[in-house]
């Protein structure tokens, strides 16, 4: 049983595979609870691919694909922001029309190059197995950065996705902030490429903090399960990858939607059965209180 | 400006001179004049769309004003941010995200804590102080949706409390309080006023107006009439406010 676990880490190739799921386990489990708390999993999917020209010219520069990647990541925070502050376009379109044609220019960029058809698959997969030592101590970094820069701005962010009114009340910059979170979102993208690749980066933002909410209502408690469940989910689908000889990136992306779907079964307060439990106790909730119904209008007859 | 402006007997005086409020080239509101000295309870009403809310925003700072000033004693209200406590209307908050009702009360405290720091213990006491003083005494824990419509409105006035404002904006208080609730929402809306604090309030429950406010706003996208309720709340400018939507007893 023990040598199941440790075998596989006398590749050097497993030891760096290994950290680096931690790290990006960590960093995304961490950053994805704004991302499902304030309903930015259409733009965080949109991010993952508006990243994709900027690896593309990274590759062709034979440069970093941080580099590229994170600068496609910022300009798109960056355009989304701006757009959805415009009246004329509505925040889903001006996210779709971006998504979409970043992706295009990588499409176009890729087909311009020969040679390149065989990389496209890690790309687009994610290649953890192939991460270098100078990949893990970059993700290292700026996974730090990024967390870092969450822990500071905690309180704020927390502010503005409750209470968006009282923020700007507050004489807090919410554009700002807003800015602020898209750009760490991007770089939490940018980071976790390598492990899954860009289509499905966003089952790590997403399922991990979707079922750490399931089992808690607190943000600390929240923000620690999620990250838990997304180094436990990259781990189990690393080692299923190993044994199994199967791209990591989905047996890690399955094995976070295997801890979902345990937590949206028996989550204590949330879960299906939970919910059935109260309903037989008669245990009423007051969750998702409707105004209309004891608004009384002003009359005077 | 060329307004001319009304004499200020406090730094707490809230004084509004020509403020337009809107996008491109309808106003939601225009040419509003007034002066509200500390310690009153202005009720502001008017029919719906008729600019309520939008005042409140741009007394908070959170719409712009297109033209006129705001000012909070001598300086402009926008400079002094921290000072304005808002109550925004239900349907503005994110009753999903996970807060407790303590959490709730001590974003009260976040701007004098300042940037990147938490609230402390200090914070945190005031906060349960505050809960206590709402009749929430030992139920702080609770996830924030856990509560009654008339418990999350003492929750986010608790808020407003430990912000030590010198203004607390409320917009819709009402909606969803049943009646127990409002005895304790009325008194501490007294005692806001009490300690100096002046309190606006947008609201379409007349009844809960002449109850509390000791002066009206009435707004149609105009000020319609400004004053002490005995003598705003009258047929004919209650008429003129709602343009005849209302009945009014004569």
């Known amino acids: 049983m023990f040598d199941t676990f440790t075998e596989p880490l006398s590749y050097a190739f497993m030891q760096r595979a290994l950290l680096e799921i931690i790290i990006v386990g960590t960093v995304c489990g961490l950053v ?70 970043f992706f295009a220019v990588g499409v176009v960029l890729i087909s311009r190059q020969t040679g390149f058809k065989r990389d496209l698959g890690s790309l687009l997969f994610g290649n953890v197995l192939g991460v270098t030592r100078g990949d893990v ?152 209180f409707h105004p209309a119904a004891e608004e009384v209008e002003a009359h005077h007859h | 400006m060329t307004t001319p402006v009304a004499p200020l007997s406090s730094p707490r005086t809230l004084a509004l001179e020509g403020v337009r409020v809107g996008y491109g080239s309808t106003f939601q509101l225009s040419d509003i004049t007034f002066t509200v000295q500390p310690g009153e309870i202005v009720g502001l009403i008017g029919p719906n769309g008729g600019g309520k809310s939008t005042l409140l925003k741009a007394i908070a700072g959170v719409l712009g004003i297109r033209s006129g000033r705001i000012r909070l004693g001598a300086d402009d209200i926008r400079r002094q941010a921290g000072k304005v406590a808002f109550v925004p209307q239900r349907e503005e908050v994110n009753w999903d995200f996970p807060v407790t009702a303590l959490d709730v009360v001590l974003m009260g405290r976040y701007r004098s804590s300042g940037w990147f720091r938490r609230p402390g213990r200090a914070d945190r006491n005031r906060a349960a102080e505050a809960l206590e003083r709402l ?22 006035l608790a808020r407003a409390m430990v912000q030590d404002p010198a203004i607390v904006l409320l917009d819709e208080p009402f909606t969803g309080v049943d009646a127990q ?70």
Not at chain 1, 55 to 67: D, E, F, Q, W
Not at chain 1, 201 to 219: E, F, G, K, Q, S
Not at chain 1, 242 to 250: E, F, S, V
């Open chain 1, 32 to 101: 994805g609870c704004f991302v499902v708390l304030r309903g930015l999993a259409f733009i965080g999917d949109a991010l993952a691919h508006t990243v994709f020209p900027g690896v593309v010219l990274s590759y062709i520069a034979g440069k970093s694909i941080i580099i590229g990647a994170f600068a496609f990541g910022a300009l798109t925070a960056v355009g989304i922001g701006i757009l959805s502050r415009s009246r004329r376009v509505s925040n889903d379109s001006a996210v779709g029309v971006l998504f979409a044609a």
């Open chain 2, 181 to 250: 609730n409002r005895i304790v929402f009325h008194e501490a809306i007294r005692d806001f006023a009490r300690s100096g604090i002046t309190v606006l309030m947008a609201t379409h429950d007349l009844d809960e107006v002449t109850a509390t406010c000791t002066q009206l706003c009435c707004l149609n996208h105009r000020l319609v009439a400004f004053g002490p309720t005995a003598e705003v709340f009258t047929p004919e400018i209650l008429r003129a406010t709602f343009e005849g939507r209302v009945a009014v007893f004569a």
């Open chain 2, 135 to 156: 009749g929430l005494a030992g139920i702080g824990h609770r996830h924030i949706s856990e509560f009654s419509g008339g418990q999350q409105q003492r929750i986010f």
């Open chain 1, 137 to 288: 101590i970059a993700t290292l970094i700026i996974g730090a950065i990024v967390v870092a820069l969450l822990m500071l701005l905690l309180k704020e962010f927390t502010l503005v996705a409750f209470d968006a009114t009282m923020a700007r009340a507050l004489g807090y910059p919410v554009f700002l902030l807003d800015l602020a979170l898209l750009l760490l979102v991007a770089a939490t993208i940018v980071v976790s490429l390598q492990t899954v690749g860009n289509i499905l980066i966003l089952a790590l933002i997403v399922t991990p903090p979707a079922t750490a909410r399931l089992m808690t209502d607190r943000l600390g408690r929240m923000m620690l399960i999620s990250a838990g469940i997304a180094v436990a989910s990259g781990v189990v689908g690393l080692y299923a990858s190993y044994y199994g000889d199967i791209a990591a990136g989905g047996t890690i992306v399955l094995a976070a939607t295997a801890f979902f779907l345990v937590s949206l079964v028996a989550a204590p307060n949330h879960g299906v059965v939970a919910g059935i439990i109260q309903r037989r106790r008669g245990r009423h909730h007051v969750h998702h």
